[in-house]
């Protein structure tokens, strides 16, 4: 398959720190893919993603995104990227419609075609008669949904997801989990970071799990589950890969 | 412009940033120059009560009672129920805060100074042989004087202003009365008659010329100082608000958005820069209103630009990028709201101490004054005095600007560099 992403011997310390974030790590994400990044806390997830989303620089090694280098494209790279953050990263005292606009602007649509394309985003995620309301009205479930709309409107190559589904109700995470599916299906490839193991067992085509700040295992779903003896679901394959000692990091 | 337009959207819905930029200042404007216009009226037209305690009973401290009852604004307080004050009860009333001022004039200081003067014009006039020289006398009579100390007790809460000025008065009164003195015993010892013409005819007389430029400058007043000194700071206050701003946008997550978009940290910038300077120009124009057409309904001089209207305006958008950069350069570097807040608030009070908001800068120590040459507000207020006061033109102010807009470039480019190294960090 088409890579879309490749990461060689990634290296990120942070000032201060004496350990490596991310030490020589190595990826590839194949077109289309919906990648899930997993592992226990401070094992390198969010930096990776930070690094990828051209928010924090390596301290070594290198990032290709569909063949371009980062360091020398790194704008025309952003620009077909769609980052969800945890965060709801949303502006609390403006109107969905308002906070979709802003962010869509920022990728270069224009006008009418963006305000059609937050009319149909707010459809299909069932926000129309929300629309002019501000988001500090809106409950979690809400919030979640137009935070993804917010990283999809430019259609983006890659979508990035950090915690998708947190504090969400069922109802709400079926319409996210239900959208992201259409939006792999046209073509966008996802890269997923979560703690709901289960969740990321259903959703992902492919799995990495992170430790230490190397990638520990890769493979499908199913793959990993057979290759543990005993396990049964990928919950299992994690806690025999990465130990079930607490991980605290300061 | 898009981000103008929502930084523009996201101050329209908040009410306590509005305040903050908009009716705050408006409230200041109108207290302080009320407050200090009235205090110059208090000081000038009510009268101020001092307690005289006259120990002397003599020439002398008639002679201070006297010159203290004719002076203006000077009620005098010498008896509380018909009974004369000691030095303990003067000293107990203005302690307790009833009275800011007392003087307490010592026992036999009319006779030491009869004594003393009458002493020195003998000398005077016998050097010239106009008195007789009394041989048989002059051994027993006296050379030395006892120093007579008057007291002067001041409130606690006086302050150290209204104390020097009291002081002077004071001492210029005592200083009329020696004069007179002198004169009654020249006029005494040579037989002539008194002339009260000798002390009234003034030799001397100040004429106050205000050193402007042109010929058709205003007189100063406290209006004028007032009124740009506190657009000033309201102007700076921005600092506060626009820092929070940023913080906000770190702790909502919405700086992860921004960053990952193709749009560059300086753009983004840029549309906060155009929406607060356009706050900043309009706060300017609302004080100014105020000033014209508010002050004069409350009893305060009106303060009209006229024709420096566009100078003034331009020293209000210079000053506006300045204040911008600061408040730039806080947002960026703090980690929470707690730090932005606090910190802008006090930066931009002390700036403007430093700047001469409240006390005129070549009235500080020599060491503040060299501080005071660093502070942004300080630039902007002498830009405003030279338009206002001293006639200036937009050449005059030519310096300060420059000062105002390298202060707003070396801000933003701080501002830029820490976010890049912290990024790369």
Known sequence: MEEIIRVGDLSKRYAGSGRYALNKLSLSIAKNEIFGLLGPNGAGKTTLISILCGMVKPTSGELWFDSMPYRQHRRRIQQQIGVVPQEYALYPTLTATENLYYFGSLYGLRSSDLKQRIADGLERVGLSDFAKRPIKTFSGGMQRRVNILAGILHQPHVLFLDEPTVGVDVHSKEVIMKLLKELNTQGTTIIYSSHHLNEAQQFCTKIAIIDEGKIIVEGQPQQLISAVAGATTLENVFIHLTGSQLRDYA | ?425
Not at chain 2, 122 to 130: A, M, N, P, Q, Y
Not at chain 2, 272 to 293: D, N, R, S
Request: glycine residues 8%; contains cysteine.
């Open chain 2, 1 to 425: 412009m898009v981000s103008a337009y929502k930084e523009i959207m996201l101050l329209l819905r908040d009410w306590g940033g509005l305040a903050i930029l908009f009716f705050m200042p408006s409230v200041l404007i109108i207290t302080i120059t009320l407050i200090q216009e009235s205090t110059f009226k208090a000081v000038g037209e009510s009268a101020l009560p001092i307690v005289l305690v006259d120990e002397d009973q003599g020439e002398i401290g008639s002679l201070i009672a006297q010159n203290m009852a004719k002076a203006p604004n000077v009620q005098l307080i010498d008896e509380i129920d018909g009974k004369p004050l000691s030095d303990a009860q003067a000293r107990a009333l203005v302690s307790d805060g009833k009275y800011q001022i007392a003087l307490v004039i010592p026992k036999g200081i009319s006779e030491e100074l009869n004594e003393k003067v009458n002493h020195n014009v003998d000398k005077i006039l016998g050097e010239f042989s106009l008195t007789e020289a009394d041989t048989s006398t002059k051994k027993q009579e006296k050379t030395t004087w006892e120093v007579k100390e008057i007291t002067i007790y001041f409130d606690p809460a006086a302050g150290q202003t209204f104390r020097n000025s009291m002081k002077n008065s004071i001492e210029q009164m005592l200083s009329k009365v020696e004069v007179e003195k002198i004169y009654a015993v020249f006029q005494g010892q040579m037989g002539m008659d008194n002339d009260p013409a000798l002390l009234n005819d003034e030799i001397i007389t100040f004429r106050e010329v205000i050193a402007q430029k042109g010929k058709d400058g205003i007189i100063p007043n406290a209006v004028q100082h007032n009124v740009p000194a506190w657009i000033l700071f309201g102007i700076f206050f921005i600092v506060v608000p626009l820092g929070i701003n940023l913080v906000k946008e770190k702790n909502l997550g919405t700086y992860i958005r921004l960053r990952t978009s193709p749009v560059s940290y300086a753009i983004i910038l840029g549309g906060k820069i155009i929406t607060y300077t356009v706050i900043c120009l309009i706060q300017f124009v609302l004080m100014l209103l105020i000033a014209k057409y508010i002050f004069p309904l409350i009893g305060l001089i009106e303060f009209d630009p006229g024709p420096k209207l566009p100078v003034m305006v331009l020293i209000a958008f210079v000053s506006g990028l300045a204040a911008i950069g600061l408040g730039i350069l806080i947002g960026t570097v703090a980690e929470t709201q707690e730090q932005s807040a606090p910190f802008g608030a006090i930066f931009v009070i002390i700036l403007a101490a430093l700047g001469g908001v409240w006390v005129p800068t070549f009235i500080m120590p020599e060491i503040m004054q060299k501080v005071s040459a660093f502070s942004p507000m300080n630039w902007g207020i002498s830009a405003f005095y030279d338009v206002i006061l001293r006639n200036g033109t937009a050449a005059d102010i030519a310096q300060p600007l420059c000062y105002l807009l390298l202060f707003f470039a070396v801000t933003m480019t701080a501002a830029i560099f820490y976010d890049k190294r912290h990024q790369a960090n």
